[in-house]
């Protein structure tokens, strides 16, 4: 499952997409540690899988929260993509 | 002083189905979806549709299930305690307290979905209340990707309700009077309810009609939700449910930007969230029967 987490609002397109049949392939999930904000979790999704996704109470304001980590690493990039082995993630801005 | 209208106010609804008899069900479901302004709930026997209530949600979510709830079991001779399985959906899920499971309203809609529209539909999208989702689904009504926009009004039911108040239009006759006009107006904002108020009502002095500014405001929301669908891959067959599906002025205009029509809903499009947890509850109950 493809999961994009994020919104579009009226200054663009803000989502964080997880490939989550990748996810379940992966024991380490290195994203979670990798993410300077902690904005990502654990989580059992509605068909038993253990997968990450982004936390409820930071979907609303990723443009934000990822501002500083994605400045560092350029646009497209973050410390989320780089630590997932499988390329699981993907930002859309 | 005189009397306020309630444009928005759509109408609630219930139903029984007359051909079947809960007694003769082995397994007896329940799906509740309590969503941010309606609440719905679905009774399954054996999985074929019982009965169903859809009425709007309270300041009170747990209330507002309940409610739902009661008023689908109204008169069938069922009570909460003869359900065999109960599962919660919607923003309100966690309030569901007399549910056994609650689960997101992404694959509730995915699987009411598949049982509303049949194994064919690939893309649903679902207009709801406060927000939008557009959800991929395989033939088993499993979720393949989706994506959900809550951060803002437009595209949503509400922003609906808010052009309702503002032209006095009853909500049941909004998509039909955006039909009736001679060329398709320039859409206002798409990004913004408040903003798109603000530039209605400039419309409206500057002597556009009553149907012309609803015919902007339908083809923004419609272009609102397309730019949504084309972010995650529009696949036929397609589907709407949600309140907004029963706009025809939004229906139309998603169809024609699209080029694609949207299936004909069997049952009420408000309904899906609640179906596809009756539906989850049934597999559930008899995953429990089997492990005891």
Redo the contacts between chains.
Sequence with gaps: ????YG????SG?F?ISIDTDKCTQCSDKPCLEACPEKIIELFTD??DDEVVGIKASER?KIKYTCLTCKSTFGAGHAACIEACLLEAIEH?W | MTEKNEFWRWEESRWKNPDLDWENAEVITLGVDVGSVSSQAVILCDGELFAYSNMRTGYDSSESALNAASWALEGTGLTLDDIHFKVGTGYGRVNVTFADRN??E??CHARGGNLMYGPTVRTILDMGGQDCKVIRCDERG???????????AAGTGRGIEVFTDLLGVPIGEVGQRSLRVEMEPEPVSS??VVFAKSEAIGLLHAGWSTEKVLAAYCLATANRVV??LE??GMVKDFAITGGIAKNVGVVSRIEKILGVSALEPKYDTQIAGAMGAAL?AKALAEKKAKTG
């Design positions: 499952m493809i999961a994009h919104y579009k609002d009226g397109d989502f509605d068909y609303n859309s | 689960i997101t992404i694959a499993k979720v393949v990707s989706f994506l959900m926009n809550d951060k803002c990004t913004c730019s949504l972010r995650v989850f």
